[in-house]
Nanobody, 120 residues
């Protein structure tokens, strides 16, 4: 089954760091592009960062300078590195990807989400 899976969430103290992973699994497909979203209780889902197919990255103003997207093509993994975490970063984080296989794109694949809680 074509799927992506997030991991790496947990409880982090304010000012701490955490790295989330999103892995394309279940077959020979690869990640063409990916976006990270987050949703806090009572809030709308927010676009946090994106990685385009050409490697360019974009970040929401709220996380610029603190969050970084990187990829490992050999492992079909995209990372979201989070530094200087704040309580307002608390949310469920989701990855959303376009996957490539056999010269075709399979769009809008969602992960199940991973909880990040920033609290002392």
């Amino acid at each position: 089954q074509m799927r992506i899976v997030e991991s790496g969430g947990g409880l982090v103290q304010p000012g701490g760091s955490r790295r989330l992973s999103c892995v394309a699994s279940g077959g020979p497909w690869s990640i063409y592009s990916m976006a990270w979203y987050r949703q806090a209780p009572g809030k709308k889902r927010e676009l946090v960062a994106s990685l385009e197919g050409d490697g360019r990255t974009k970040y929401a103003d709220s996380v610029k300078g603190r969050f970084t997207v990187a990829r490992d093509r050999s492992e079909n993994t995209v990372f979201l590195s989070m530094d200087s975490l704040k309580p307002e970063d608390t949310a469920v984080y989701y990855c959303n990807a376009d996957l490539e296989y056999d010269r075709m794109l399979y769009r809008d694949i969602w992960g199940q989400g991973t909880q990040v809680t920033v609290s002392s």
